[in-house]
């Protein structure tokens, strides 16, 4: 069964709140950009992949129960990915 794809209000309560932490320290609020999570079809795990986007630019983090994608979505603002 294939897992419907989510938008940014439907991500887990703390992912949701670090994101807007994230955004915030950088001077962005989360409507600036287009958050999609869902499985990703191409990896044989089916492990969830959340998919950001901004104007042309777009760049997607594997999720897991850590969070790391919240960091790494953050190492790209301050390199500038999303500017």
């Given at each position: 069964?294939?897992?419907?794809?989510?938008?940014?209000?439907?991500?887990?309560?703390?992912?949701?709140?670090?994101?807007?932490?994230?955004?915030?320290?950088?001077?962005?609020?989360?409507?600036h950009?287009?958050?999609?999570?869902?499985?990703?079809?191409?990896?044989?795990?089916?492990?969830?992949?959340?998919?950001?986007?901004?104007?042309g630019?777009?760049?997607?983090?594997?999720?897991?129960?850590?969070?790391?994608?919240?960091?790494?979505?953050?190492?790209?603002?301050?390199?500038?990915?999303?500017?």
């Amino acid at each position: 069964m294939e897992r419907a794809l989510e938008r940014y209000t439907d991500l887990p309560i703390g992912a949701r709140a670090a994101f807007e932490l994230v955004c915030a320290r950088h001077g962005f609020a989360p409507a600036h950009f287009e958050v999609i999570a869902g499985a990703d079809p191409d990896d044989a795990a089916h492990r969830p992949l959340v998919t950001i986007r901004r104007g042309g630019w777009a760049q997607s983090y594997f999720a897991d129960e850590a969070g790391h994608w919240v960091r790494q979505f953050e190492t790209d603002l301050n390199c500038r990915f999303f500017k």
